[in-house]
């Protein structure tokens, strides 16, 4: 019954989500086209990692890495070996995840702390080995001209180059949150659900529970490394400085902010996350400022939202309103419950 | 023969560091069971520290001191924040401590600015043995032989620190008997802060910091910590010589950009060998 009047208005808040998120390209200018396009491969690579954090009770600090290699398996197929653009985002993605597989098997027997310090080491590793493969990947100088997106003869270039990047943005953040959504409510998705409440109940109710989290782990680093593709065929430079420590902690706080574990949550929290970083470096940068206010603005954001979120809203900002409106509407709770309790 | 000695020496000394920073996450690990992603803050914070209180004209000594129970009260501020709340999952706590790490690189720049920092330690050279060592070095290793000393006596002979061991064994068990599991957390805290503290003032004459070179020191404090498994201080040690060590002839011998990469390739390994030894579902019970 809850479900029959709960759903038009989940439905058609979708929807209406769906269509403002297709309108607004039109509306916005080139420089202000360019953040849209980074707010939309954040919400993809947040949408893995929420899900990694919610569901698996795994911490990840390599999410910036699983980028890079994304963002350098496709580059590297593209310019030196000629690859079509498209079969090389398909690639980086495959080759991510199963990067991830690889890092990921032994490690995800261990308690979430570990596997945090792990994809730290991890994403060090990877930088360093960039900055070292000089051949491949031009080392710490970068990466310059690859080439842009294309289909055939159809590539995307021109006056409307951010704007058809936008929609090709958009279109896979749609793609990968409505792929979660349907996850989270299939059979494994159930499995993965129990898995957040009680790995050994899950365990003891045949749920496989270490394949499960190493497939969430590989999951989250094919969306990473999907965005990482796109994010190179977009700015057509990429070097080892473009991944920093600190982007996989701005992946993690949008993470928190959304919602662990909150599929439409990963949306709003990168968003509101992106969207703040850039006023203060609005802010922050200006004649008579000193030139390390930006740095400082953002380091002390970062730390004050994620210790707020994680002290006061650990369900995160999303999950917390829906659970506003569903109370004042008297229907039950909603859908994602908040997921931390188990984070052991 | 005389080099590798000189590195073996330096390595030693590096590792002592390592050593202290890794009891800090050991102690803290014990009584809360939050990993602190803070650790290297403290360090880093005592290190800058000294160098304002000799630029003001403390003497070396007092300045030590002092830096070391600012780290103190850092780690104590860390604590309150990051377990004060009751209920806060361990997890939770680490994104906490996470987070606070991040957000004191802002209150770092601001009063220490964005550059290196460093001072001078005791200055000269000592003959041993055929080859020449640092005066610092040896009272890096000095300092952290009487601490650790310290430490184990603390621990086993004193009620708080019984107190606290008893908190680490089993914290039910600890709060039937009367003790406040949230406090000697707090104490767990303000120890692991002080810890870091004492490593970041016997390694900054070393090794100058920035505000971002915790990460550094916590994950070779990390990789110390994990050899014990988070949980004994004394093969913590041990890893962080072993480690130390292991350092300083990758930089000597091979390539010194190669340095850091021994802890991580380490902390990787040594997680891969414990991973093969444990099921999960043992672990959620621990």
């Not at chain 2, 377990?83 to 806060?88: D, F, L, N, S, Y």
């Given at each position: 019954m809850n479900r029959l009047r709960r759903r038009p208005l989940a439905f058609w808040a979708g929807l209406a989500a769906a269509v403002l998120s297709l309108l607004v390209p039109i509306a916005l200018n080139d420089s202000q086209l360019t953040v849209y396009v980074f707010i939309g491969l954040s919400v993809i690579v947040v949408a893995g990692l929420s899900l990694l954090m919610g569901f698996a009770g795994q911490v990840s600090l390599g999410q910036a890495a699983f980028y890079a290699i994304g963002a350098y398996t496709a580059a590297i197929l593209t310019r030196a070996l000629e690859v079509p653009p498209l079969l090389s985002l398909a690639a980086a993605t495959a080759f991510t995840a199963v990067v991830a597989v690889a890092v990921g098997l032994p490690l995800l027997r261990l308690r979430g702390h570990y596997l945090a310090f792990a994809t730290l080491a991890f994403q060090l590793i990877v930088l360093s080995v960039i900055g070292e493969a000089r051949g491949l990947t031009g080392g710490d100088t970068g990466m310059p001209g690859i080439p842009t997106l294309s289909i055939g003869p159809l590539a995307i270039q021109g006056q409307y180059r951010t704007f058809i990047y936008a929609y090709v943005t958009w279109v896979l953040v749609a793609a990968v949150l409505l792929f979660n959504r349907n996850l989270v409510r299939s059979r494994p998705g159930r499995g993965l659900r129990a898995l957040a409440t009680s790995e050994a109940g899950a365990l003891a109710a045949g749920v496989p529970v270490v394949r499960y989290k190493l497939q969430v782990f590989a999951l989250s680093a094919a969306y990473a490394g999907l965005a990482g593709g796109v994010y190179a065929f977009f700015v057509s430079y990429i070097a080892p400085g473009s991944f920093p420590v600190l982007l996989s902690v701005q992946f993690l706080i949008m993470a928190a902010v959304g919602g662990l574990g909150s599929i439409w949550g990963s949306a709003v929290g990168a968003t509101v996350v992106y969207l703040l970083v850039q006023l203060l470096q609005s802010l922050g940068t200006g004649p008579g400022l000193p030139p390390q206010l930006p740095a400082i603005l953002s380091y002390a954001v970062y730390g004050l939202v994620l210790v707020l979120i994680m002290l006061f809203l650990p369900q995160g900002l999303l999950p917390a309103i829906q659970g506003r409106i569903s109370a004042r509407r008297a229907v039950s709770a909603v859908e994602s419950p908040a997921r931390l309790a188990r984070l052991d | 023969m005389t080099l590798f000695l000189q590195y073996a020496v330096s390595g030693i000394a590096t590792g002592c560091t390592f050593a202290l920073v890794a009891t800090g996450f050991v102690v803290i690990y014990r009584v809360s069971r939050v990993v602190n992603f803070a650790q290297g803050v403290f360090a880093v914070v005592a290190g800058m520290a000294v160098s304002s209180f000799l630029s003001r004209g403390l003497p070396h000594g007092p300045a030590e001191v002092l830096a070391v129970a600012l780290a103190a009260l850092a780690g104590l501020v860390v604590g309150v924040i990051a377990?004060?709340?009751?209920?806060?999952p361990p997890l939770a706590s680490l994104i906490i401590t996470l987070g606070l790490g991040i957000g004191s690189y802002a209150v770092i720049i601001l009063i220490w600015g964005d550059q290196p920092v460093s001072f001078t330690g005791l200055a000269g050279l000592a003959r041993m043995g055929g080859i020449s060592v640092q005066y610092q070095f040896l009272l890096v290793v000095a300092v952290t032989a009487v601490t650790f000393g310290l430490l184990s006596l603390f621990f086993d002979h004193t009620y708080l620190g019984k107190a606290l061991t008893a908190c680490s064994s089993n914290p039910y068990a600890a709060r039937l008997v009367g003790i406040d599991v949230r406090r000697m957390g707090l104490l767990a805290f303000t120890l692991g802060g002080a810890l870091g503290g004492l490593a970041g003032v016997l390694i900054t004459p070393l090794q100058p910091v920035s505000f971002d070179s915790d990460v550094g020191i916590a994950i070779n404090g990390f990789a110390a910590a994990i050899f014990g498994g988070l949980l004994r201080p004394g093969t913590a040690l041990v890893g962080a010589l072993v480690l130390g060590v292991a350092e300083a002839l990758v930089a000597g011998y091979y390539r010194a950009s190669f340095e850091s990469g021994v802890a991580l390739v380490v902390m990787l390994g040594l997680m891969v060998w414990q991973a093969g030894r444990r099921s999960p579902a043992a672990e959620e019970g621990a």
């Open positions: - | 377990i004060g709340r009751r209920g806060t």
